[in-house]
Nanobody, 123 residues
């Protein structure tokens, strides 16, 4: 069992940045970020192979070029740097780990979930 604890959410203006963090209690081969806005399905945002030296990453089309997923293996911490935020990025963001289909956020099925951290972007 891996426990995940997110932090870093908040309220910002459009165009600003936020960095989310997720501390894991153990090691898994894959970690990622999902988000869910009110009335919408949960969607995969970004994934990363944590045991890869190159840290192969995958991104949803909606965030490519604006969001960056990264890891600090020594700290067992996952990050999501979010730049040029838009109102449509507003959602609850969830850290996830383990599971199958890493590398393709839209197809990723994690085994473990965090409790989520809220991101609100106003125009």
């Amino acid at each position: 069992q891996v426990q995940l604890v997110e932090s870093g959410g908040g309220s910002v203006q459009a165009g600003e940045s936020l960095r989310l963090s997720c501390v894991a209690s153990g090691n898994t081969f894959c970690m990622g970020w999902f988000r869910q806005a009110p009335g919408k399905e949960r969607e995969g945002v970004a994934t990363i192979y944590t045991f890869s030296s190159t840290g192969n990453r995958g991104y949803a089309d909606s965030v490519k070029g604006r969001f960056t997923i990264s890891k600090d293996s020594a700290k067992k911490t996952l990050y999501l740097q979010m730049n040029s935020l838009k109102p449509e990025d507003s959602a609850m963001y969830y850290c996830a780990a383990g599971g199958v289909s890493c590398g393709v956020p839209q197809a990723y099925h994690p085994s473990y979930w965090g409790q989520g951290t809220q991101v609100t972007v106003s125009s």
